[in-house]
């Protein structure tokens, strides 16, 4: 398949996405003062948006691809669930798989940006784990979801819509029907996504996860920690981000790293986003490791080169993919 058939059969594909959604919140000014009140920069607000972050933000990323994002989330009976839910529907992003909660906030994601440099981010969210009915109704909504899916895709923030007994559940029935299962790890939940596709941690999360130390640029270190990983989850895959140092593939028969390219580093923000996206609708297409690798380490370091959490832009990675040699 060459890589103008890979972008074009990303149009094809339907992508379920469970995990949690969040709202991004920004406050763009400038300083011009320090306040009298404390060490700190007065910022004089010059505008205000929000974007969509989390799960939510890898729904964008796979739109921006090409292909259907479904999700399947808790969202709460807020301001903000509101505010999320309108984004959604303005970029024609179907709601049919949240759950609204009336016991947890909507998780809210504001940073101020003063000048082009990130000042500072306030969070509002919970990480309770889902209640029994919440659980019910987002496994309800999952299963009547997933048979029309090409790809499901965890994407664990650790604020609780995600637990041991969802993702046992879910990779079971995807299993079943012969669909891939691709996982954006944090903490909580790292050793209980077994015998999924592909499993992306990424460095901060391998050392968590498996509670050792590893250095990006010691080779060793990273191979012998992703074989634990693969052993340990009997995952077909294991795919590790490693910033600077690029990334390293070990799935089905490869083992690959690849290295980052160089590139002026705006903000990294949602990188991890692009990349799980991306190798989502590779696994999908059941691409080769390296060509997984390759394509989303190149789109995860487009997305750094903007402020704030952008999607992919589709035609752009296509243009570095055609150019660059893997």
Known sequence: MTTEQIFES????????????????????????????????????????YRLGGAANVALNVQALGARPVLCALVGEDDAGKKLIDILQSLSITTEGLVHSGTRPTTVKTRVIASQQHVVRVDEESDREADGEEERKLMAKITALLSQCDVVIFEDYDKGVINAAIIEQVVSLASQKGIPTV??????????????????????????????????????????????????LNTQG???????????????????????????????????????????????????????AFLANLGGGLVCQHVGVVPVDKKELLQEALKTSF
């Open 238 to 292: 294991v795919m590790a981000t490693l910033s600077e140092h690029g990334v390293y593939i070990d799935y089905a028969d490869e083992k690959i790293k690849l290295p980052a390219h160089k590139r002026e580093i705006a903000d990294v923000s949602g990188a991890g986003d692009t990349v799980v996206a991306i190798a989502s609708l590779c696994a999908a297409l059941k691409l080769p490791g390296k060509t997984i």
């Open 10 to 49: 990303f149009n094809q594909l339907q992508v379920l996405i469970i995990g949690d959604v969040m709202l991004d919140s920004y406050i763009w000014g400038n300083v011009d003062r320090i306040s009298p009140e404390a060490p700190v920069p007065i910022v004089s607000v010059k505008k205000r948006d």
């Open 183 to 232: 996982v954006d790890p944090k903490k909580r939940n790292f050793l209980s996504y077994k015998n999924v596709s592909l499993f992306k941690p990424n460095l901060k999360e391998l050392r968590e996860g498996l509670k050792v130390e590893v250095e990006a640029g010691n080779q060793m270190q990273v191979v012998n920690a992703v074989e634990r990983v693969k052993e340990k």
